[in-house]
């Protein structure tokens, strides 16, 4: 089944959720320039190239390519890391990743029930949550003005690569089972 | 794509672990908290994701809810998952067959639970809107564990057979069968014996009983007299299905329908209708159809049985048959009732045949007014009315025989020529006598 038919095969909330994923990432861009950061067409023109892809095809990893460039863009383009437009941010990115998932669970005119949504209100809650608390610690560490520590660098890479590497396994390892 | 029955990572898994993971680890590498807090979200779900990793593999069985229904009818396509503990949301698709139609028109549903059972069961309402043998409920299903993170399927569930009886049209005739030959009915017979229908006024006879002496007529004569009744018995009726030949296009029982549409369920509905006044019932299809005779019986499981072969019925002509060997097992004094719409030579020739044996063959022309088999093309609608002029002369013809003809109208369809029938059978008994 091709692209088009895809799309013309969708329920009214499928289309509304790949409306959601067109939408969030120039919302996104447009955050940029409203936080005090840099317009850049040319690099924001990629994107919106990238967002029109990924609403065709939500559920393959062309979702993953937008959301890493759009916090590099981010990182790139905004002044202030810790205002209140990085939380926003941070919604609006996660919208994106949540339309994409949600588009993911079924074919073309799949509609998604009410407990799906209602999963998903309670998991969007505990993860945007998470990322207001990272937000609030971050806020509070720069606050203090503490001065940077090896340690703690060291120690939050450790645990990054050691969930790098856990995740590798695991995904590759599903991937080989699932080649068998 | 298929990824087999084995449970795997989604993308959803791999954006959420690898998006995080990349922004994190640039975060802090380049000192940027903003990009720590861009990656929270995705890495809670990575780590909810992983944590309901699943482990047991589910597997997928489909049934129908009902084996039989009518066209137009709904039954249940049902998929049942077992080991499904961890499946959170299951989906399924349908492939669409012509004439099927589901619910949701796309035959794609989904759900979802909140709890981890170990079976879990997709119903899909599907109906048919034309008779005949379908193979439906054949597709995909896939399931989903917590937090999206690994996908099941999507594997293939197999069709099952469905058998879609024809909705008999709407049929009733008031006018009795003009030749009964049976024991019990509903039908006056000609001989005399203890039925309902009054027959008339006679001198009383040993045997007779008393509750028939007719008082005011033995008071006003002197002498006893009875009323006498005709006996009633039961008819016996063989429809001939033509389905050698189908000319329109079939859209199903709500839209147009094609010449064997309307002989199929005009067939089914005289047989119901006879059969539940307790009539005798055979069936003949003349066609390429495998199962293509019903011997005369009567009862409701004769009604089932009828309208079971009817739902087998395929078109296209036999080439295999023979004519002159072709027997019908048709009892003397039965109604002979052809459906078809006089296109083929097989049908003509099994009309004329059997009426040249001096059984009551009615022909009900089952060519629908609304047809249309050219379109725009100009050449095919000249060829189609040049075949319609030479199935005019035939039809003439077999009225010139003495052959009755009727178009397919519903109730009442049959009434005027039985009762001509009748008339014309007392006449001959009467020249007999």
């Known amino acids: 089944m091709n692209v088009l038919d895809r799309v013309a095969l969708s329920t009214p909330e499928e289309r509304a959720l790949r409306a959601v994923v067109l939408v969030t990432p120039l919302v996104f861009l447009a955050l940029i320039p409203v936080g005090g950061g840099v317009f850049h067409p040319v690099f924001s023109a990629v994107a919106v190239g990238l967002a029109v892809f990924v609403a065709l ?61 209602a999963l998903w209100s309670r998991r969007s809650v505990l993860c945007l949550g998470a990322a207001v608390l990272v937000w609030l610690v971050a806020r509070t560490v720069d606050f203090l003005d503490l001065p940077p520590s090896g340690t703690v660098v060291g120690l939050a890479l450790v645990v990054l690569l050691g969930w790098v590497a856990v995740l590798t396994v695991r995904l590759a390892r599903d991937g080989a089972g699932d080649a068998d | 794509m298929l990824r087999g029955a084995t449970w795997h990572a989604t993308p959803v898994l791999v954006r959420a672990g690898l998006g995080s ?19 929270t979200p995705l890495l809670v779900h990575a780590v909810g994701a992983v944590v309901r990793r699943p482990g047991r593999t589910p597997s997928a069985t489909v049934r129908l809810g009902h084996p039989y229904v009518r066209e137009g009818d709904g039954t249940l396509v049902r998929v049942t998952v077992d080991g499904a503990e961890d499946i959170e949301h299951a989906a399924l698709a349908l492939v669409p067959h ?41 597709g995909l299903v896939a399931g989903t564990s917590g937090w999206g993170g690994y996908a099941w399927g999507p594997v293939p569930v197999f069709p099952q057979d469905l058998t879609v009886l ?83 296009r079939s859209e199903g029982v709500r839209g147009r329908a094609s010449t064997l549409d309307v002989a199929v369920r ?87 045949t059997l009426a040249a044996r001096g059984l009551d063959v009615v022909v009900v022309d089952c060519l629908p007014d609304d047809i249309d088999v050219a379109g725009d093309d100009e050449r095919a609608a000249l060829a189609w009315r040049m075949r319609l002029l ?40 009467a020249g007999h006598r």
Do not use: K
């Open chain 2, 266 to 352: 005009a067939s089914a509905a005289v047989a119901e209708h006879y059969l539940i006044r307790g009539d005798r019932v055979g069936l003949r299809v003349l066609g390429s159809t495998h199962h293509n005779a019903v011997h005369t019986a009567a009862g409701r499981r004769h009604l089932r049985r009828v309208l079971d072969t009817l739902a087998r019925v395929v078109p296209g002509e036999n080439r295999d048959l023979d004519l002159d060997r072709m027997r019908f097992q048709v009892s003397a004094g039965s109604i002979v009732l052809v459906f078809s719409p006089m296109l083929s030579q097989v049908s003509v020739v099994a009309t004329t």
């Open chain 1, 57 to 117: 095809l939500p559920e393959g990893n062309a979702a993953l390519g937008l959301v890493l460039y759009l916090g590099v863009l981010w990182m790139l383009s905004a002044p202030e890391p810790l205002g209140g437009w990085t939380l926003v941010a941070t919604v609006d990115v996660y919208l994106l990743h949540l339309a994409c998932t949600l588009l993911s669970y079924g074919p073309p005119g799949h509609r998604p029930d009410a407990t799906l949504l």
């Open chain 2, 21 to 39: 993971a990349t922004l994190s680890v640039i975060a802090v590498v380049l000192a940027r908290p903003d990009l720590l807090v861009l990656a």
């Open chain 2, 390 to 429: 030479e199935r005019e002369v035939l039809l003439t013809r077999l009225r010139r025989t003495g052959i009755p003809v009727v178009a397919w109208r519903g109730p009442g369809t049959l009434d005027e020529v039985l009762r001509r029938l009748g008339r014309r059978g007392a006449r001959t008994t």
């Open chain 2, 166 to 248: 024809p909705q008999p049209g709407v049929f009733d005739s008031r006018t009795a069968s003009p030749h009964p030959i049976g024991l019990v009915g509903q039908h006056p017979a000609r001989r005399r014996g203890d039925g309902s229908e009054f027959e008339s006024i006679r001198p009383f006879q040993p045997g007779d009983r008393l509750r028939r002496v007719q008082w005011r007529v033995s008071l006003r004569t002197g002498n006893l007299h009875v009323t006498s009744t005709v006996a009633e018995e039961d008819a016996s009726v063989l429809l001939l299905v033509d389905s050698g030949v189908e000319v329109g």
């Open chain 2, 98 to 138: 012509r004439h099927v139609v589901a619910r949701p028109a796309s035959g794609v549903i989904g759900a979802s639970w909140w709890d981890r059972a170990p079976r879990r069961v997709l119903e899909l309402p599907v109906a048919s809107l034309r008779w005949g043998r379908r193979r439906i409920g054949d």
